[in-house]
């Protein structure tokens, strides 16, 4: 049986990490596993793992790592996840790292790609941002559709996240420097670490990710 193709894509918010990932999954027929979708499918789906989740959620708690974990692990038997996934938002600890490990088996993780972004480009793209509150599609502040207030999509409201906010997004990145920064060594130190230009467009940044997948055998 081939080995399965999982990939890890890191980056501060605002990177692409969403865009790329999605597309790396297309293009490889992998799954695209985002924790952020896990976390609203399980909720939605009343299984007794996401009643759990909605518990945490109600009471303003992080949900766990044992319960993120738990998730994943239950993500990753689904049909789609045969070929390998795209993880976007997972891990973020290196526990959940550790835990990956463990999930993934022998398959394991063959590649962590780090989408790099300076955090003032971070600040700008964020605070341009509007997002649809119905289905999630994206906006500049300069599109009709943020401008009218209107989704093109679904015609839901198109409004700025609170999280979008400079001092918000400055937390966040705090944040990521705490947790996340760790992830980049215990990466770098299995020889699985490689780091992308993200202040390109996004048809650049995908060319630049195949180019790596190609280089190592992998695309």
Known sequence: MTARLNIVVLGKQGAGKGTQSQRLAERYELAHIST???????????????????????????????????????????????????????????????ALEQLLASDGVKLCLSI????????????????????????QDTDVAAISGTCEVCGGDVVQRSDDQPEAIKKRLENFERDTVPLLSFYE??????????????????????????????G
């Open 189 to 218: 130190s299995r020889g699985l670490l490689v780091s992308v230009n993200g202040d390109q467009s996004m048809d650049q940044v995908t060319a630049a990710i195949e180019a790596v997948l190609h280089a190592r055998g992998l």
């Open 116 to 139: 790099e972004l300076p955090d003032e480009l971070v600040l700008q793209r964020l605070s341009a941002r509007r997002v649809c509150q119905e289905c999630g599609t994206t906006y």
């Open 36 to 98: 952020g979708d896990i976390l609203r499918a399980a909720v939605q789906a009343g299984t007794p793992l996401g009643r759990e989740v909605k518990s945490v959620l109600d009471t303003g708690r992080l949900v766990t790592d044992d319960l993120v974990n738990q998730l994943v692990e239950e993500r990753l038997k689904e049909p789609d996840a045969a070929k390998g996934c795209v993880l976007d938002g997972f891990p973020r600890t290196i526990g959940q790292a550790e």
